[in-house]
């Protein structure tokens, strides 16, 4: 018997099939499976009901589109997507590692899938931390680049390199079957082994060790180190406003002024948006800094002892749960955060109709792009 060309040793011959595919493939089902499945099943549940809910919140109200907001529907769409198709693949897999059922073009759509979805979700929440980080610091600049109409090219964009860059890795996939090999009068036999279908790496190793690295730079290390820059200097310029209205504060300016008054809870309003956020990105990046961990072990380590390969098996079991609890977690954020969320989420649970309270200020996209930007853009604000 050999796998991938290399044969098997002779004492195989003793062994019964599910012993040759045991020996080689590794156990049919994972130990941790029950506790696994329980932890995921929870999180499915908890995933794909807030993500429902942040989509319908959005779409439903239009007060809720905003560029902010387009990047959070974007952002659950990924969720889902992960929580719908990618979450049961990998239940099934630790439930029955082989054979893999699919074939080549399932093989493909799972590797694909994944790899998408993790681009796309690391590149929303780039696009996300730049567009608070020129709302805040560059309020001049935002009315022309913090719309909607940007935010919907550059979430376009943002899919459009995920799928491109998706496919260097799923190319490097495929099916690969166990044989046994023997000779015999006849010449050389090879059998194939039934139920050894894998879904795994199928060309050369260093062609996906490079892959992994060279993704892990581009699309994690690289846009966390980004948006870690970004939000410091969000941090800074807040500081330096809540200083600039302690200060006239304590003057007395202004104090009397209506726009001020309104200027001042606008500027509230933005840190409350960009606290969110905050929150939000480093509850991403703890939730896949897991992940990439375990695709670099995979990647550095070329000589396996058993030691590795029991860190490897603790790692493994956690980034995977970190991973889908990253898909889960931002509604309880927007929830636990803001206060307009908390209360669509309410209204779309209890099928009560959202009613707008009258305001003084028009929300039209043309009084947003003209009045003044000391306030941000209002529509970010509306997240709250």
């Avoid at 997507?81 to 799972?110: A, D, H, I, T």
Wanted: charge should be positive; glycine fraction near 4%; include cysteine.
């Amino acid at each position: 018997m050999c796998m991938n060309g290399s044969h098997i040793e002779l004492d195989d011959a003793c062994l019964t099939e599910e012993e040759y595919l045991e020996k080689y493939l590794g156990p049919r089902r994972s130990s941790v499976f029950l506790p696994v499945c329980l932890i995921y099943l929870i999180i499915f549940l908890v995933g794909v009901v807030g993500n429902v809910l942040t989509c319908t919140v959005i779409a439903r109200n239009k007060v809720m589109w905003t560029p902010t907001n387009y990047y959070l529907f974007s952002l659950a769409v990924s969720d889902l997507l992960v929580l719908l198709l990618g979450m049961p693949l990998e239940l099934y897999e630790l439930w029955q590692n082989y054979p893999f059922l699919l074939g080549k073009g399932g093989c493909y759509f799972k590797t694909f899938l994944f790899e998408t979805v993790c681009l796309a979700s690391i590149l929303n929440v780039t696009a996300l931390s730049v567009e608070r980080y020129i709302a805040v610091v560059h309020p001049l600049r935002a009315k022309y680049v913090v719309t909607r109409t940007h935010a919907k090219r550059v979430i376009l964009t943002v899919w459009g390199v995920s799928v491109l860059c998706a496919v260097p890795n799923t190319s490097l996939h495929g099916i690969i079957i166990l044989h046994s090999h023997f000779t015999g009068p006849a010449g050389d036999i090879n059998v194939e082994i039934p139920n050894s279908a894998i879904c795994t790496l199928v060309k050369p190793r260093w062609m996906y060790n490079l892959t992994i690295q060279v993704t892990t730079l581009l699309f994690f290390i690289l846009p966390m180190l980004t948006i870690s820059v970004l939000y410091l200097l969000i941090g800074l310029q807040l500081k330096r406003e809540k200083l600039r209205q302690a200060l006239e504060a304590k003057s007395g300016f202004g104090q009397d002024s209506f726009c001020n008054i309104r200027t001042q809870q606008q500027k509230a309003r933005r840190r409350q948006v960009t606290k969110m956020l905050f929150v939000l990105v480093v509850v991403f990046g703890i939730c896949w800094a897991p992940f990439h961990t375990d695709r670099l072990m995979w990647s550095f380590i070329s000589d396996w002892t058993d030691n590795h390969l029991e860190i490897f098996e603790y790692v493994h079991i956690i980034s995977g749960v970190f991973f889908y609890l990253s898909s889960a977690v931002n509604p309880i954020l927007y929830n636990l955060m803001s206060t307009r969320f908390r209360e669509m989420f309410k209204e779309v649970m209890c099928h009560r109709p959202h009613h707008i309270t009258p305001r003084k200020h028009s929300l039209s996209v043309t009084r947003v792009t003209l009045r003044s930007t000391l306030s941000d853009t209002e529509q970010s604000t509306n997240i709250q």
